[in-house]
């Protein structure tokens, strides 16, 4: 069982930068890879980025690549989202999650995504991002 909680989310303007973070609580939080998903109002939750359990491999979609960073410090039970260059349309709820399976890669995360049913999630923090 992992429990996850984020942080960091709030209001900025376009061009702003905020730094989330998923604390987690479990012995076994370096085994799992994590991921960022995000859901804005109206629309399907997506998968905004994944990393590797030792973080060596990390992917991103399309639309954040080259503005997002994700890392993780396995010491600190840590996930973090480093966003920069915000843009209105990164508005939305920001999730982190683990796949039940431990088993999981990160890859297998990013292209295929994630269940509710199928992930630990955190409750999420809200990102709004204004022109």
């Known amino acids: 069982q992992v429990q996850l909680g984020e942080s960091g989310g709030g209001s900025v303007q376009a061009g702003g930068s905020l730094r989330l973070s998923c604390g987690a609580s479990?012995?076994?939080?370096?085994?799992?890879?994590l991921g960022w998903f995000r859901q804005a109002p109206g629309t399907e939750r997506e998968v905004v980025s994944s990393?590797?359990?030792?973080?060596?491999?990390?992917y991103y979609t399309d639309s954040v690549e080259g503005r997002f960073t994700i890392s993780r410090d396995n010491t600190k039970n840590t996930l973090y989202l480093q966003m920069n260059s915000l843009k209105p349309e990164d508005t939305g709820s920001y999730y982190c999650?683990?796949?039940?399976?431990?088993?999981?890669?990160?890859?297998?995360?990013?292209?295929?995504?994630?269940?509710?049913?199928?992930?630990?999630w955190g409750q999420g923090t809200q990102v709004t991002v204004s022109s």
């Open positions: 999650a683990a796949p039940v399976d431990s088993d999981v890669l990160s890859a297998t995360l990013f292209y295929g995504g994630l269940a509710t049913s199928d992930g630990y």
């Open positions: 479990a012995n076994t939080y370096s085994s799992y890879c």
């Open positions: 990393i590797s359990s030792n973080g060596r491999s990390t």
